[in-house]
């Protein structure tokens, strides 16, 4: 009848908007965490490029990565307990097994997975779990680096402040390892950009018109 | 509602300094914001000598950061303790200037100078403190630059030298100021903290000139530039002290 009968509603406001804040927050955060990183760095010879550091300098680094924190910290909660209790995780994200990771990678690496629109195949089940996953640990290292006395006993879980650092530098290149592959992915079908704007997608051969998306 | 702040007195005082750092760090700033402002479209850098909408909004988080360490930190929670074998050595060195430039002062005639709201104003010298009940402490440096080394620190509590000289506990800075022209300042909950301690000896002997000799305020709870060295002056007050980093941006707070 009309055009939205070729469209469907993949990606609920809620989820749009957690993923621009999301967006956002993430890279203030590893901007800021270069400089901060770049002050005393863990590893002799690694460093970031200064003009890629957020900041300034220190002080200013600190004061970016301490402010966006809670825009990280806060707009991921709500994501997780909307995801959670409002059933979304458990449509869109499970079941995921390990071999349907391995027959949908196989499937990709040989240019065969089918884009299913509203519906995510195992790879992408798998990566935003891991992906969640590792801003969990992100968040439990940083506070172990920023409280390291008053949560102490999360510091020891990772092994001591030291080792929290390393942790925290670790989730974040695995971050930036999901975002590269994340923006790459976007590139080669562009078409799943304009619902994370506008939450409508066209329908294609593979789609089954139902909302799965996370 | 971060930006919103009662006007007390103690805030004005407060807002204008933050205000002065805005000044020195926007600079700074402005120039890796442009990727930013192009994402966003706001007027992050700004070209005048005004603070500008991001370096309001950094003030005002991290005052409000402040307040959240302020209600994390709980008065009884101790900052880890290690075994000899854990210690640094040599422990780093770090101060405003290079370690050629340490200050020596003299201990002979140094004395401890009080002020502001403390009853019993008379100075103090080493031997006097060095007379108060020691205690010895094996805890983490930690520096705001991200390293951290492990030390061991003996003096006397701070929070029973400010009960003995009748410091008003109830007011919410002490502040320290220092031979080197460096000042800091912590809030009174910290000062009370059981391990927050007038050092002055470092791995038991006295402090050593580059590790802030005579007295060095250690505070295992606080990052390493909120642990003043070569300390003058002692100074309890409501009005915000702020400190030599502080001005220039790192976090009033900083707790660990």
Known sequence: MNANDQKIKIHTLSVRLFHWINALAILVMITSGWQIYNASPIFDGIGFPSSLALGGWLGGGIQWHFAAMWVFVINFAIYLLIGIFGGRFKMALFPVSPRSVLTDLGKALRGRLPHDVGRYNAVQKISYLGVFALFIVVILSGLSIWKSVQFSWLASLFGGYDDARVVHFFCMALICAFVVMHLALVLIVPSTFIPMVTGWAKKTKHSNGENHAA | ?256
């Not at chain 2, 006007?7 to 000044?23: D, F, G, W």
């Not at chain 2, 460096?182 to 050593?208: E, G, N, V």
Request: net charge neutral.
């Open chain 2, 1 to 256: 509602m971060l930006l919103k702040h009662k006007a007390a007195p103690v805030m004005l005082e407060r807002t204008k300094s933050i205000l002065n750092i805005e000044r020195r760090l926007f600079m700074k700033q402005t120039l890796s914001l442009g990727a930013l402002s192009l994402l966003t479209g706001c007027d992050f850098a700004s070209t005048t000598d005004e603070p500008n909408a991001a370096d309001r909004i950094l003030a005002a988080m991290s005052k409000w950061n402040d307040k959240a360490q302020a209600a994390l930190f709980d008065p009884t929670k101790l900052a880890p303790e290690f075994t000899e074998a854990d210690i640094k050595d040599p422990f780093p060195f770090n101060a405003y200037y290079g370690e050629d430039e340490v200050r020596i002062v003299d201990g002979a005639t140094w004395k401890l100078e009080l002020s502001g709201m403390i009853a019993k104003k008379d100075a103090w010298t080493l031997d006097q403190l060095k007379a108060l009940p020691q205690k010895n402490q094996i805890t983490r440096h930690i520096c705001v630059e991200g390293w951290s080394a492990i030390g061991k620190w003996g003096g006397s509590s701070l929070g029973d030298f400010l009960r003995l000289v009748g410091a008003d506990t109830t007011a919410k800075y002490v502040g320290f100021k220092c031979a080197d022209d460096y000042h800091t300042s912590i809030d009174m909950a910290t000062a009370l903290h059981p391990q927050t301690i007038i050092a002055t000896t470092f791995r038991d002997q006295p402090l050593p000139p580059k590790y802030g000799f005579p007295i060095k305020i250690r505070i295992p709870t606080k990052l390493g530039f909120k642990n003043p060295k070569h300390v003058m002056e002692m100074f309890v007050t409501n009005d915000y002290p702020g400190g030599y980093w502080e001005d220039q941006g790192y976090n009033w707070f900083s707790g660990a």
